[in-house]
């Protein structure tokens, strides 16, 4: 075996390992903070404290409190700030991308049964829709749709239809799905790194010059959290797109992979709203019957 073979077969392997354990680390982060979010207690009569509640780990009581005010200036210098594990994932998902794909463009990205691409040309399409795709969202996050959730999900999900179908026209198949992933995944890293931490860092720098802070960095910051909290399942389920090539390969791969989409949120949702101590199973079963008939219907077309 070639040195440069090996090395790569190396690198792809401990890329793997890391993109995986990041990954890990960043879903368990939105998951949890999340949930807190739904269900501290908030019917409290306090001007410092939001909300507050108690966990259980390892046979020790932990209190958490949310606060409306800013902590003494000597904590704002402690704080833990999540924010590499989203970092970590996505640069180890991108040099797997170089390492794997474009390295391999010709093979791995390009089907000419599908469209007649060099190389370099797929690599272009393929950067070319990440960028695209993340001004486009950013784009509508700051328009006025935001401030309907049924207009901006509807949106969401037209586009998210254009997008795969189109990739699966440009594309081999299983790069095609991937890249749907990988569009997703970007523009959950890219709200960390563009909206979350930033915002998050203006607040701590007011907090420290005691100036007022602008109630309207925490809800940006969190809306954007909240769309990455219910984009994990889909990520996560392309993640693993590999092992179900019947899915990947199908005819009607790009429809499929869609309304898995909406399923997933379904299945998210009744998670969120259930931290709310919102108990709603229709949401969850729904969303299992819908997976059960989706699967029925995919075994005869």
Not at 77 to 103: D, E
Not at 231 to 248: A, D, K, N, P, Q
Request: hydrophobic residues 50%; contains cysteine.
């Amino acid at each position: 075996m070639e040195i440069l073979s090996y090395t790569l077969k190396w690198s792809e392997a401990i890329l793997r390992w890391g993109h995986v354990l990041f990954a890990i680390l960043w879903v368990g982060n939105s998951f949890l903070f999340n949930y807190l979010d739904n269900k501290l207690n908030k019917d409290l009569k306090s001007e410092e404290i939001d909300g507050e509640g108690y966990l259980m780990h390892s046979g020790f009581y932990y209190k958490l409190q949310r606060l409306k005010t800013s902590p003494n200036k000597i904590f704002l210098n402690q704080l833990v700030i999540f924010k590499w594990q989203s970092y970590l994932t996505f640069i180890t998902g991108i040099l797997l991308l170089a390492v794997i794909y474009y390295y391999n463009a010709g093979i791995l990205m390009v089907d000419k049964r599908v469209m007649t691409l060099t190389p370099s040309t797929a690599i272009i399409y393929s950067i070319l829709s990440i960028f695209i795709s993340w001004l486009i969202y950013d784009f509508l996050c700051k328009s006025r749709l935001i401030r309907n959730n049924f207009l901006f999900l509807l949106t969401m999900f037209i586009l998210l239809c254009i997008l795969s179908f189109v990739l699966t026209k440009i594309f081999g198949p299983k790069f095609a799905i991937l890249s749907v992933g990988l569009i997703i995944g970007t523009n959950m890293f890219a709200n960390v790194l563009t909206v979350i931490i930033p915002n998050q860092m203006n607040i701590i720098n007011s907090s420290k010059e005691n100036k007022e802070v602008d109630i309207s960095l925490s809800l940006a910051a969190k809306q954007r959290s909240i769309h990455n909290n219910y984009s994990t399942f889909l990520v996560l389920f392309i993640m693993l797109s590999g092992h179900y090539s019947f899915l990947v390969y199908h005819k009607y791969n790009w429809l499929i992979l869609c309304l898995i989409g909406i399923i997933s949120v379904m299945a998210r949702h009744y998670f969120n709203l259930r931290g709310r101590n919102i108990n709603k199973p229709s949401i969850l079963f729904g969303s299992i019957i819908a997976l059960i008939l989706l699967a029925g219907i995919i075994f005869y077309i």
